[in-house]
Structures are given as C-alpha cells and as structure tokens.
C-alpha cells in the first residue's frame, strides 16, 4: 500500500510540472528506455507506476540536461552524495526559499540569526539559509565554520550581541552548545535553533536546556537534489515533518520515501527520487491538518559523518583496489552521537604489504565527507592493516560497517 502527502484533488492540478519532467528524462540517453511505455502522468496512482529515480540516474540526468534560468542566476553546488568527484546540481541564487517562506517562518525582523552552516566546497545550505534570513529581514551572524579554539571567545561575542536564533547541522550545533556548557557560557537570548542536514540528536536538547533553556528547534528536511522538501516545529516530533504545497511526499510499500517537485521553476528533474531516506506518512501531534512525514532513517549505504553523507561502498571499493587487499572494512568511532574517528581495516592476501599510507592520502583525495569533515583533525582518519576484520560472532557475518559508540 501507498501513500501521497498531497490528496488527488489537490496534487491533480500541479502534476503538469511532473508531466513536464517526465518528458525531460526521456530524452536522457540510458534513462529513456526505463520510461518508455510508461503513459503520461494523469493522476497519482500513474504517478506512483514510474520506476523510482536514484541518485546516479539523476547525476545522468543532470550530465545531458541544461538548466533553465531565464529571470535568475545559477547556482551551481555539489551534488551525487559525498564522496568521489563532484557533480554538479543547480537551484536559482535564492535556493526555492520564497516558497519555503510563505509557509514556515522560524524567524522574523526581530531576529539576531548565527548562519552556523558551513560555507565551503559547493555545499548550499550556508546560502540556503541566508537566503531565509535575508526574507525574514532579521540581522544576520555568517559566522560559518570554526576552530576549537574559537569556540569560547565566539560564544562570548554571540552572548554579549544577545544573538536569538542560531542554525547548523546537529553535529555542528552541538559542538557548538558542548564548548559552551564546558566553559560555563549561558545564551539567555537564544530563543531558536534551526537545523537541516542529519537526524536531531538527543544530547544536543540536553546540552541546549543547560546553555539555553529558552531555546526552541526548527527544522528542515531536503537534500541537495531536492532542496527542502518539509519543515516542523517545536510543536513536532524531531523526526516529523509537514511537507511543503510544491513538494509531493510519496511512501512505497517498501516504506523507502520518494520526492517529486512540482515546483515549475525547479532545474533539477526529480521524479519520484529517492534519497534513501525510509519513513511513512502519518499524523502530527501539533495538530496541523493533512499528513505528516516520519522519517526512520537511511536505508542506502551512506551513513552520516559529521553532518555530511559518507557513502561505505565507494569507499570500500576504493580501498579493495589497493594492490595486496583482499577486504576493507569501516569502523566509525562515535562519542555522544558524533563520529570522532574512523579506521579504514585492511585484510590483506597472504604476504602483501599494502602501503596504507598512500592509500589513506588516495582516499581523502577522493572523499569530499573525509576531507571536509575531519579538516580539524586529519589524524583520526586511519588506515590499517589487520589479521581479521570484525565480524558478528554469532552469525558469522562481517559487515561493511562497523559503528563503535564510546561513552
């Protein structure tokens, strides 16, 4: 069974946008084929009979489509997950947040806001959210990325500007609120914290309620394919999200979630695109009428590294490559719920010598997650050979992953 975040009468009217896009893919060389034979999109039940479209159909996409940006510049960000070459996306220089605005408004004039998201290498969710700022009017801290040892004097700055709202991932959020709990720093003023990028973190709530407890969650949920799709408030659940008019939720029997835009002025073809993210479609404690969206979490094989998506596979097929390897295996060391180190394991053939440290330079070359999450501290990014990687004794199996949660 199946469901819609949008009923047919309402979603009837916008699916000219999805006929539209429909229209675009089969004209894409290696994607024509799966939509031939496929009617044009009348209702959602044709809607829902369309193959799903993944990542790396949208990066081919995205290879044979030109974008169209007639009334605005083009942003051009990194797209395809986080790891390997980038791959480009694009979104008009507003990233779609007129449309975001019109129907959820964390801030207003009133607002001191700390852009806390990072800036750096083509990720737009740092212009994304000054672009929210700059339509509620309020005053606006792009403070982006910071050092460990920056966090105290900053904090001090941002007490003392008596700033109201901050936003960032959660990882980055709570190193944030982590520094200025340690050093006994309070932000009476802080009345909203907004968030998008990972999962809301129940040590952040705890570390907010000491530094300050007047602060509020606001959050998004989107990608960098489909910009936000839904939003909640500190009405909802941290895992509920009301989805957006232009944006068509669709939960498959699988309980996988795809998007569909139909928003007429979005460059991005997404079509049923999945991001990997599992969920259903249910009801809002908030009380908000139509059907929310419940995400579980990610299904796929990329993980969160410090906000960013780290894709195992990719990085597990690199490592096989290496001359002398047999098997690789990740190992993510979390502390709190933040990852703080991570061991790529190497189980080598019978009198290889794998040069690990060329392959440890090979990766973080290739991995834009590794790169740019262990920035501050490349030393916890490891490469080692060992006599057996780690497997489930009970079973026998030996996953990719291995997740290690360290009190």
Not at 164 to 178: D, K, M, N, Q
Not at 286 to 306: K, L, N, W
Request: a neutral charge; charged letters at 20%.
């Amino acid at each position: 069974m199946t469901a819609f975040s949008l009923p047919p009468e309402e979603a009837a009217p916008r699916l000219s946008v999805a006929r539209r896009t429909l229209a675009r893919l089969r004209t894409v060389p290696g994607l024509a084929e799966r939509y031939e034979g496929h009617p044009d999109i009348r209702t959602l039940d044709g809607l829902a009979a369309l193959p799903p479209l993944a990542k790396d159909d949208l990066n081919t996409a995205l290879a044979h489509l030109e974008p169209t940006a007639e009334h605005t510049a083009t942003w051009l960000f990194q797209s395809g997950g986080s790891t390997g070459a980038p791959k480009l996306g694009y979104a008009p220089t507003g990233f779609y947040m007129a449309g975001v605005h019109a129907h959820w408004q964390p801030l207003d004039r009133s607002d001191v806001f700390v852009n806390a998201w990072g800036a750096g290498r083509m990720w737009g969710a740092h212009f994304l959210a000054a672009a929210l700022a700059d339509l509620a009017g309020c005053r606006i801290i792009a403070l982006g990325s910071v050092t460990a040892a920056e966090y105290g004097p900053w904090l001090e700055f941002l007490a003392a500007r008596r700033v109201t709202a901050i936003g960032g991932t959660p990882s980055v959020l709570r190193l944030w609120f982590t520094h200025a709990r340690a050093a006994g720093i309070r932000l009476p003023d802080l009345r909203k914290v907004l968030w998008l990028g990972e999962a809301w973190q129940d040590q952040l709530a705890e570390d907010l309620a000491v530094v300050a407890p007047q602060a509020r969650r606001w959050g998004m949920f989107g990608s960098t394919e489909t910009w936000v799709v839904a939003t909640n408030t500190p009405d909802c659940p941290a895992d509920t999200f009301h989805p957006l008019p232009h944006q068509l939720v669709h939960a498959d029997a699988d309980g996988l979630l795809d998007f569909t835009t139909l928003d007429p002025e979005m460059l991005n073809p997404v079509l049923r695109y999945r991001t990997g993210d599992a969920g259903e479609l249910t009801g809002c404690r908030c009380g908000r009428p139509g059907p929310a969206m419940r995400v579980h979490g990610r299904r796929d094989s990329v993980v969160q590294v410090r906000g960013l998506g780290l894709d195992v596979d990719q990085v597990i097929a690199h490592a096989e490559r290496a001359p002398g390897v047999a098997r690789a295996q990740l190992v993510l060391t979390r502390q709190g719920g933040r990852v703080t180190e991570l061991d790529v394991l190497l189980l080598t053939a019978p009198g290889a010598a794998p040069d690990t440290g060329r392959l440890r330079g090979e990766l973080l070359a290739a991995t834009f997650t590794l790169s740019t999450a262990f920035q501050h501290d490349p030393g916890n990014v490891r490469v080692r050979t060992v006599s057996e990687l780690i497997g489930n004794e009970r079973t026998g199996k030996t996953a990719a992953l291995v997740v290690r949660e360290e009190t």
